[in-house]
């Protein structure tokens, strides 16, 4: 008979057995639970800094400003967290997470006022002499001004991708643009905006929201709303 406490037929050296093999096959490189990377300080990531690419991200209490399309293995948003994107950057804020993505009820991710400045973008609306400029548009004609017309509609209906254009004159700026692809649960308890910013003339038009994913959750809003001028 093998001794006591070290052979196959005792079961508390099985145990042992069993735990020791588990954790050497976890070491080898069996799946683990991913440890997020916590942002407490606002933080700028570069479009060509891939450091955080694959990581679990959580923006805890902070501002996260990501410029060019960036892939996260997850991505939570809370405590008063937020995720924007550069204003006016072309490429708006592109995530792709490969797990799941959750904003919680205090926090947003949220694009308002990063499209287009003041007379500027393909839904612009024309400066007017005197001021009382019309709204700029997007997908859809912004509000026409006393002295000028409203800016006119540009983009896809069904793939949005482009930033909102600015009011005329001393108008606000555009929303900014979301695209968003979540393999996993995109939770929603806070809110996802891109909306334009008012005016003392012209406001700002929203911007854009895609958002592809394989299941959704919670009831917070999603909104690209345009501004309102002055």
Same mark, same amino acid.
């Given at each position: ?16 057995? $069993?735990?020791?093999?588990?954790? =050497? #096959?976890?070491?080898? *490189? ?5 440890? %997020?990377?916590? @942002?407490? &300080? ?45 204003? $006016?950057?072309?490429?708006?804020? =592109? #995530?792709?997470?490969? *797990? ?5 009820? %205090?926090?947003? @991710?949220? &694009? ?47 793939q949005p991708t482009e930033l909102g254009s600015g009011g005329g004159s001393n108008g606000g700026a555009g929303g900014g643009?979301?695209?968003? &692809? ?17 005016g003392a003339d012209g406001g700002g038009s929203g911007g854009s929201i895609w958002i592809t994913t394989s299941d959704w ?14």
């Open positions: 008979m093998l001794n006591p406490g070290t052979g196959y037929d005792n079961p508390r050296g099985l145990r042992r057995l $069993a735990a020791s093999v588990l954790a =050497s #096959l976890f070491l080898a *490189g069996f799946p683990q639970a991913a440890r %997020a990377v916590v @942002i407490t &300080v606002n933080t700028v990531i570069t479009a060509g800094d891939t450091s955080l690419d694959g990581q679990a991200i959580e923006v805890r209490g902070a501002q996260l400003t990501v410029s060019g399309p960036h892939t996260f293995a997850e991505l939570a948003v809370t405590n008063g967290g937020v995720v924007t994107h550069p204003a $006016a950057e072309a490429t708006g804020l =592109s #995530l792709t997470i490969t *797990g799941n993505c959750s904003v919680d009820g %205090a926090s947003r @991710i949220d &694009v308002s006022g990063r499209g287009f400045p003041a007379n500027q973008g393909p839904g612009a609306a024309p400066a007017a002499s005197f001021g009382e400029a019309g709204g700029g548009g997007y997908g859809g004609t912004g509000g026409s001004g006393s002295r000028n017309g409203p800016g006119y509609t540009y983009g896809s209906i069904f643009a979301v695209r968003l &692809v979540v393999q996993g649960t995109l939770t929603v308890d806070g809110s996802i905006l891109a909306n334009g910013n008012n959750t919670g009831n917070g809003p999603v909104r690209a709303h345009g501004g309102n001028g002055g």
